[in-house]
């Protein structure tokens, strides 16, 4: 642990520059923008007909944006945008609780898959601890939150253990459908960054941010729906659907 904890801090250089300026990271080629006439969220292309995010981000009048870096830069090349035919949530899903909180979203048209736009690989199995994630979203600039958010930012994070997870987070149930990553739970100074953050471990898409207490992108440690125990339904939803 003292080793990862380690680590983690000799790079949230990365994490703690909500800066406009900051050009260090590099966008996903998976990465989805989920815009809308709330808050935005963050998604992940896996189907050229499929966006997968948390269920808490079913939100009006959506807007899908591939392709993209800085959301307030309407100057931008190869970005894609698309709207959605339907979105639809786990079945089990309740705004109350953290559980199940999945959803997919089925395009209007095929996205055109580029140099910029792929989709990324589902999992096989779960995800052990100590694997090493990189967790991506965007942060808005602290001196004006009432833009786009306009801070792409990775950080490299890893895997921890139910037991360390549950301990600080004792007003959550950390069941067998979830993971968390980051360094130490708990209360931290929080921060604007976009909701629903995806853990790419290895390549594949492991997890979707449910709730953290802090901030994902300074390494605080979030709880992440684990996208292996919900195959099934995704491959069930996009057969029939």
């Not at 520059?17 to 809308?36: D, F, M």
């Not at 990189?134 to 139910?162: A, H, R």
């Not at 492991?206 to 339904?233: N, T």
């Amino acid at each position: 642990m003292k080793l990862i904890l380690i680590w983690a801090l000799s790079h949230l250089s990365l994490a703690f520059a909500y800066n406009p300026e900051y050009t260090g990271a590099i966008t996903p080629s998976y990465l989805v923008y989920l815009k809308s006439d709330y808050l935005p969220c963050v998604g992940a292309l896996i189907h050229p007909l499929w966006v997968i995010t948390a269920a808490h981000c079913n939100l009006p009048k959506l807007q899908v944006v591939l392709g993209i870096t800085n959301p307030s830069d309407s100057r931008e090349r190869y970005v894609q945008v698309v709207g959605y035919e339907k979105m639809i949530y786990h079945p089990y899903f309740s705004v109350s609780s953290i559980q199940n909180d999945v959803m997919l979203i089925k395009l209007k048209k095929v996205i055109n898959l580029n140099n910029y736009v792929k989709l990324v690989k589902l999992p096989n199995h779960p995800v052990r601890v100590n694997t090493m994630c990189m967790v991506t979203t965007w942060g808005y600039n602290i001196c004006d939150v009432s833009k786009e958010p306009d801070s792409l930012q990775n950080v490299n994070i890893s895997v921890i253990s139910e037991k360390d997870c549950q301990g600080g987070y004792r007003t959550q149930t950390i069941k067998q459908n979830m993971f968390c990553v980051g360094i130490v739970p708990g209360r931290r100074v929080p921060c604007r960054e976009v909701s629903a953050a995806p853990a790419v471990c290895n390549g594949v898409l492991y997890g979707i941010l449910s709730f953290a207490d802090g901030c994902v992108l300074r390494a605080d440690v979030g709880i992440y729906a684990s996208i292996f125990h919900y195959l099934s339904w995704i491959q069930s939803t996009i057969q029939n659907n």
